[in-house]
């Protein structure tokens, strides 16, 4: 029998439901246990622990408080110890009947471009996600959590909160540790759980699907496993800060290896894609003013994903915001080359199966 970790999904996993966290942290005790080998089948929160729902709307987002990421978990793995690696076989997924996928204001690789919030709200019937916002465009499933993650060990906690705030001091933007909704209230300390790190975590690793093998760093006694975000689909890197976001259930069987090479960061290994026709733009490393840089990724994704956005809005006939959706849920980003300099190649890729005439 799999032993399953149940949730309470009309009680916000900030406001104190049970067997969850939204933080990292090496004092969180876990909620459960197995036996490697053994499946765990985990309920899952969507990224904003159900704020979003069929009736919201697009100015609804500006009062959305930022809950990610609810997490299930965590769960022990019995005998696993630091050194040892964690291997998380994908046994199967289910998702809710709804999903979501929004644009706040500046959010995203290109949201300096979009000033208003866009809510796109789809059903999801198992196979395909429709959306009234995005008429015409049936996405196909490819359903994966965006999280999952084992607890960081007391050094990589403090390592991390260094060397995060060093970065901040510099200039850049993103969370810092805050205890505002932190969920357990004693782990507002934790390392928030919007970037990957060596344990794991916000990877949005569309690859982990079912058939899927995951492998991550035991860094602390029992590994902790922690699982969330789902996703019924989702684009290469996310673009616009949001994939099909969603709830359900997420299977999966662990077990240990303690005789392979020792891991310093996650690793995983995927089931075959199935081919699918593409439109594709690209992008070489030019700034908004047409000024060259060597082998910048950054502006070759910019200018490629600016290319695809255009070409949706003009060939497909899609809005500004519904395009840089479904870039977001459906492209695929491709490192093309990045030797001839001083322009590395991005490509952006379109299946054009979204498109329900197509």
């Not at 019995?78 to 959010?107: C, K, M, N, Q």
């Not at 990589?156 to 510099?170: G, M, P």
């Not at 899609?318 to 322009?343: C, F, H, K, Q």
Request: charged share 25%; aromatic share 6%.
């Amino acid at each position: 029998m799999t032993l399953r970790i149940e949730i309470d999904r009309s009680t916000s996993l900030h406001r104190g439901a049970a067997n969850g966290h939204n933080r990292w942290h090496p004092d969180i005790r876990p909620v459960a246990a197995v036996d490697p080998g053994e499946a765990a089948t985990f309920e899952l929160r969507d990224s904003r622990d159900r704020t979003l729902t069929r009736a919201s709307k697009h100015d609804d987002l500006l009062a959305t408080p930022s809950l990610a990421h609810p997490l299930t978990g965590p769960l022990e793995v019995r005998g696993a110890e630091p050194g040892d690696v964690l291997e998380v076989e994908i046994v199967g997924y289910e998702t809710d009947e709804f999903g979501w996928t929004a644009i706040w204001p500046g959010s995203g690789w290109l949201g300096d471009l979009f000033e208003r919030p866009f809510l796109a709200r789809w059903e999801l019937d198992g196979r395909h996600a429709r959306s009234d916002e995005l008429p015409g465009v049936a996405v196909p499933a490819g359903v994966f959590a965006g999280v999952i993650g084992v607890a960081p060990s007391r050094d990589l906690f403090e390592r991390a909160r260094e060397r995060e705030a060093v970065l901040a001091e510099s200039g850049a933007t993103f969370d810092l540790p805050s205890p505002e909704l932190a969920a357990p209230p004693e782990a507002g300390d934790g390392l928030r759980t919007f970037p990957p790190r060596e344990n794991g975590g916000n990877m949005d690793i569309r690859d982990l699907v079912a058939g899927a093998k995951l492998w991550l760093p035991v860094l602390v006694p029992g590994a902790l496993l922690s699982i969330g975000d789902l996703h019924f689909a989702q684009g290469d890197g996310e673009v616009c800060i949001a994939a099909i976001e969603t709830g359900g259930t997420a299977t999966v069987r662990v077990d240990l290896v303690r005789d392979g090479p020792r891991l310093r960061f996650p690793s995983w290994e995927s089931p075959p894609r199935p081919g699918r026709r593409c439109f594709a733009t690209t992008g070489i490393p030019l700034d908004d003013e047409g000024r060259n840089a060597d082998r910048d990724l950054n502006l070759a994704t910019r200018r490629a994903l600016i290319e695809l956005l255009d070409w949706l809005t003009s060939e497909r006939s899609l809005g500004r915001e519904a395009a840089y959706v479904l870039m977001s849920v459906a492209a695929e980003l491709r490192i093309s080359e990045v030797v001839d300099a001083p322009n590395a190649l991005v490509s952006a890729a379109l299946p054009l199966d979204v498109f329900e005439e197509a």
